[in-house]
């Protein structure tokens, strides 16, 4: 068995690596840390071909690649970068997981506090705040379990983008976009869901007690904002499975929990082999597992 130290190359977008991401690495077991802050594109395949052409094809699982950053789309194409410059034909490649700004994590870990109160597979579900990293994750995984979704936004026509980037990759998910931006539309838009997950943007109410008052489908809310006022009222940051007037409810350090596990399960899982990408639903899977 190799006995290489465990090395995590951290490619962060921001100007400063991410000391969140560098405290989780610490604890899924890396042992040497190099982190890049302000990563940009054309800079990738030279601290790729740093990692891959270093140590031998067997020892290469014992070095693996981080993408953070707050920018979900900057931290995305970095990803892609880093893919293309892997040579997995000659077995030198190392293993990546993308987590900027944590969508990954925390999209897998709200879809699994869900999953916990019931089979997913044909359950009635709005993602409010669907259009962003989060949500669109949040969306991208409840369809893959068989759920109905409908996707949330201020404008119906980004939320009917979401949409069709998702049918593209699951050409038999059920996917409605929906306008949720005031009362009227919020009510419609809920009306007849048993799960709410709102990913919506820090310090933005999506869903307010109100509008929520008629609507006798819910059965589970899931609010993944931690910054109030929050993005369901009525429900508390620290909520993990509360019953609150017959719901089930989440705050976002309910879920928090469940998304630090799998952030560290998934860094460590980087060092299990040498040609693994992480993405949502690689994340998800692995979280399921836990
Ligand atoms: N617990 C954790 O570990 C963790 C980790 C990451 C993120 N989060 C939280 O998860 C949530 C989603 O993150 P994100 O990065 O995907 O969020 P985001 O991109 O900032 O916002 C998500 C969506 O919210 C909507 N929105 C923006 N401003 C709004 C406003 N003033 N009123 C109503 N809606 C508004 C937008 O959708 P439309 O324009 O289409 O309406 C946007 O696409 C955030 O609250 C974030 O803090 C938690």
């Known amino acids: ?17 991410s000391v969140f991401d560098r405290v989780v690495a610490i604890d899924a077991g890396v042992e040497e840390l190099f982190s890049y802050g ?3 594109p054309e800079q990738v395949q030279g601290l790729v071909h740093g990692a891959i052409f270093t140590r031998g094809p067997a020892e290469l699982k014992r070095t693996a690649l981080f993408v953070g950053g707050s920018d979900v789309a900057a931290g995305e194409r970095l990803l892609a970068e880093v893919r293309k410059h892997m040579l997995p034909q000659f077995g030198l490649s190392v293993s990546v997981l993308l987590d900027a700004n944590g969508a990954n ?4 870990a709200a879809v699994r506090a869900a999953a916990r109160h019931g089979d997913l597979k044909g359950t009635t579900a709005i993602v409010l705040g669907g259009t962003g990293p989060v949500g669109q994750r949040v969306a991208l995984l409840l369809a893959r379990e068989g759920a109905k979704v409908r996707v949330g936004s201020r404008q119906q026509e980004k939320a009917a983008q979401v949409c069709e980037r998702l049918k593209a ?11 949720a931006g005031d009362p009227a539309n919020v009510r419609t838009a809920i009306e007849g869901r048993s799960l709410v997950i709102a990913a919506g943007a820090a310090g933005a109410v999506l869903l307010t007690k109100a509008d929520r008052k008629d609507c006798s489908s ?7 904002s931690a910054v109030p006022p929050l993005g369901i009222e009525g429900i508390e940051i620290g909520d993990k499975g509360k019953e609150r007037d017959g719901i089930v ?18 860094v460590a899982r980087l060092f299990e082999s040498n040609d693994q990408v992480l993405d949502a639903e690689e994340v998800y899977a692995l979280g399921q597992g836990l």
């Not at 068995?1 to 690596?17: E, F, G, Y």
């Not at 819910?218 to 993944?224: C, G």
């Open 1 to 17: 068995m190799s006995d290489k130290r465990k090395i995590l190359v951290q490619l962060d977008t921001d100007v400063h690596p």
């Open 38 to 40: 302000g990563v940009k």
């Open 105 to 108: 994590t925390t999209a897998a």
């Open 169 to 179: 990759r699951i050409p038999d998910a059920d996917l409605e976009p929906v306008a």
């Open 218 to 224: 819910l059965r589970t809310l899931i609010d993944l």
């Open 249 to 266: 409810c989440y705050g976002a350090i309910g879920v928090g929990g469940t998304k630090m596990k799998i952030h560290r399960a998934a």
